[in-house]
């Protein structure tokens, strides 16, 4: 099985900063894209960022230039560091990563982080 593990996350005061670290292990052949969502309460889980295994990346216009999304292969690891946060990024960040885990190509799927809060307030 494959696991998405999450850390990293807490309360940071606005203007500061995050860096979120999630980890993939487990049945891994390869992984084709890594990214962060997020779901504040009463709100749609939302992307914050991804990035592809060719290393393309998206990152919301509500973050732009503010977030960095980074990926370690060797580790099969995914990275956010969050700069300048706002109240408005407080919310619940979840991994995401679309991975190969077996030798067939129905062997595919999307896994999902356990979740970290991330909460920006003085």
């Known amino acids: 099985q494959v696991q998405l593990v999450e850390s990293g996350g807490g309360l940071v005061q606005p203007g500061g900063s995050l860096r979120l670290s999630c980890a993939a292990s487990?049945?891994?052949?390869?992984?084709?894209?890594m990214g962060w969502y997020r779901q504040a309460p009463g709100k749609q889980r939302e992307l914050v960022a991804d990035i592809s295994s060719g290393g393309s990346v998206d990152y919301a216009d509500s973050v732009e230039g503010r977030i960095t999304i980074s990926r370690d292969p060797a580790k099969n690891a995914v990275y956010l560091q969050m700069n300048s946060l706002k109240p408005e990024d407080t919310a619940v960040y979840y991994c995401?990563?679309?991975?190969?885990?077996?030798?067939?190509?129905?062997?595919?799927?999307?896994?999902w982080g356990q979740g970290t809060q991330v909460t920006v307030s003085s």
């Open positions: 487990g049945n891994i052949y390869s992984i084709y894209v």
């Open positions: 995401n990563a679309g991975i190969q885990y077996g030798p067939r190509y129905e062997d595919a799927d999307d896994f």
